[in-house]
């Protein structure tokens, strides 16, 4: 298939290009080079031979349409990504990731393109799941500063105050965005929704968990958490843990999210006409930020972690995810485990 991948020259979405590729798709890339993601003179990327480049914003009509001239299938990744710096960036959040796929979507309509793969995130849960003892499966609501100045960082039970147990989320599990970034991309989902039920399209949401690997962006407001200890960590300083450092994520290797693209593609003509179907890309296995910052200090040879008690207003505590409904629907499994991946990652190279 002729796939635009949008955001091609981004982390994420360089990986994408590279695996679809390797795969034998024909691949045109559309990318901004935003400063926020590439510094503030990007170049243009090295890309695979024979992958089309375009240097154009998704919000910019006139190249999305040129940029879909017989194009099959969109891989859209371009997005403004994490928690930011505060709400004073909800405009440019707005902009990048809800009116550009708005613009892009409005464009597929009209090029009659029928199928997208979207990289849509688990933000959009807000919490995990947790269970109480008393109550079963609750959803608790967003933390209290007061509890998070006197170190409570457990969410108590919405109903009775005890301790909760924390699970997997699915893919059925209720929105509850708890941030700007959050609200945008579940604003993804719902446009691509509604962009496919207008058109009798196929869509699928491939909800990442915390990616990382070789290529993410250091040093800025925007970068993952795991970006942020590496170069603590390459400045001969201590990684700041906020909290406790109990924070529950899945950390899956950009990789294997790559591999999930690929197979999402091939998986589109199993989804109805008119739906957009989301999925879990994770690995299933739970880590603490804690272990992360201590596998990454042990490896790199630096200082042991630094567990500060601070804490940001929109993080959430626990969410892991479920991974049943990919392993179930499409022929994907991620290949790199934690304690491989996270090593390797330690010495591999990072965008500045």
């Not at 947790?130 to 006197?150: I, S």
């Not at 892991?320 to 330690?346: E, N, Y």
Request: charged share 20%; proline share 10%.
């Amino acid at each position: 298939m002729q796939i635009l991948v949008t955001g091609g020259a981004g982390f994420i979405g360089s990986h994408v290009v590279t695996a679809l590729h390797t795969v034998g798709h024909r691949v045109r890339v559309l990318d901004a080079l935003l400063p926020a993601a590439h510094g503030p003179d990007p170049a243009p990327p090295v890309l695979p031979d024979g992958v089309e480049w375009r240097h154009a914003d998704v919000r910019d009509r006139a190249a999305v349409d040129a940029a879909l001239l017989g194009v099959d299938a969109v891989c859209h990744q371009a997005a403004m990504v994490g928690l930011g710096k505060d709400f004073a960036d909800a405009p440019d959040y707005t902009s990048c990731n809800v009116h550009g796929t708005a613009v892009l979507l409005a464009a597929m309509a009209a090029a009659g393109v029928p199928s997208m793969v979207l990289a849509g995130s688990m933000v959009i849960y807000g919490e995990g799941r947790y269970e109480c003892p008393r109550h079963g499966v609750v959803r608790p609501g967003p933390r209290l500063a007061a509890d998070l100045d006197a170190g409570r960082f457990e969410p108590p039970c919405p109903r009775c105050g005890q301790p909760l147990a924390p699970g997997l989320v699915d893919e059925d599990a209720p929105a509850d965005p708890r941030n700007v970034y959050a609200t945008t991309k579940l604003a993804q989902e719902h446009l691509a929704a509604a962009w496919a039920r207008d058109t009798g399209g196929r869509a699928v949401s491939l909800r990442y968990h915390n990616v990382y690997g070789p290529g993410m962006p250091r040093d800025t407001p925007y970068a993952g958490v795991a970006a942020l200890f590496r170069s603590a960590l390459a400045r001969g300083e201590a990684p700041d843990v906020y909290e406790d450092g109990g924070q529950r994520r899945d950390f899956v290797h950009v990789t294997d999210v790559a591999t999930a693209n690929a197979a999402a593609l091939d998986a589109l003509p199993d989804v109805p006409p008119g739906t957009l179907r989301p999925y879990n890309v994770a690995t299933g296995a739970p880590h603490t930020v804690g272990e992360l910052a201590t596998l990454l200090a042990t490896t790199c040879g630096g200082p042991a972690p630094r567990i500060t008690g601070a804490y940001r207003l929109g993080d959430v505590r626990h969410i892991t995810a479920s991974t049943a409904r990919i392993h179930t629907d499409l022929p994907w499994a991620p290949q790199v485990p934690f304690h491989t991946g996270i090593p390797a990652f330690a010495h591999s190279p990072l965008r500045r």
